[in-house]
């Protein structure tokens, strides 16, 4: 009696659960610590910030730190980074568990760069950081408002989790255009470019 074949799709995400919980190689041990932490670590003072700005920043009196450039002001947002799309709080909050499980398990466990691993891990600890927000704010579960304060003149207000989603953006761009090695740890066209240079 033959067995049907498996799911390909299945059979993929099997071997990323076993790699990335039970047969971890050295280099993705390591990535994996660098992004754990950097996700726990970027959650507790996300939500250390806003438990601050909670308990001492009012709506609507804001305190300058920069003339009216830079100031400290309490909002609660209902929509993505820096005030975006705030009549799509349950969507925001679908999405933010749909692209962390993709990253859990489809990405993280084949990082074996280091250095990618900290843009990862800002990434993830950034969507957290207010997907917490939308799990534990009025008003309600998967609606709640995210906690911004920091208010730039004619830019944003936002918070610390938007700092570590921006910055991680940022790294990836510059990583993708200038390393020459993707998050798997294989060297990119660039590098194979780099080389061909540098033999002639």
Same mark, same amino acid.
Do not use: C
């Given at each position: ?17 076993v ?9 993705n ?58 009549? *799509? $709080? @349950? ?8 692209v &962390?499980?993709?990253? #859990?398990? %489809?990405?993280?466990p !084949? ?17 957290t950081?207010?997907?917490?927000d ?17 208010a ?8 610390v989790?938007?700092?570590? *989603? $921006? @910055? ?8 993708? &255009?200038?390393?020459? #090695?993707? %998050?798997?740890?294989t !060297? ?13």
């Amino acid at each position: 009696m033959t067995s049907e074949p498996r799911n390909p799709v299945i059979q993929t995400f099997i071997g990323n659960l076993v790699a990335a919980f039970v047969k971890p190689d050295p280099q993705n041990r390591r990535s994996m610590i660098i992004i754990s932490v950097l996700i726990v670590v970027g959650v507790v003072i996300d939500q250390a910030t806003k438990a601050l700005a909670l308990a001492k920043l009012t709506p609507g009196e804001p305190i300058s730190i920069i003339s009216d450039i830079f100031q400290l002001s309490l909002l609660r947002n209902p929509g993505a980074a820096f005030g975006t799309g705030a009549s *799509l $709080t @349950v969507g925001f909050a679908i999405l933010a568990i749909v692209v &962390l499980t993709l990253l #859990t398990f %489809f990405v993280v466990p !084949k990082v074996r760069s280091m250095v990618w691993a900290i843009p990862i891990g800002l990434g993830m600890a950034g969507m957290t950081g207010n997907f917490v927000d939308r799990l534990i704010r009025p008003p309600g579960i998967f609606q709640g408002h995210v906690i911004d304060f920091f208010a730039v003149k004619y830019f944003a207000v936002f918070n610390v989790a938007d700092i570590f *989603l $921006t @910055v991680a953006a940022i790294l990836v761009v510059a990583l993708t &255009l200038f390393y020459k #090695t993707d %998050f798997t740890g294989t !060297k990119t066209d660039r590098a194979d470019k780099d080389a061909t240079v540098d033999e002639g």
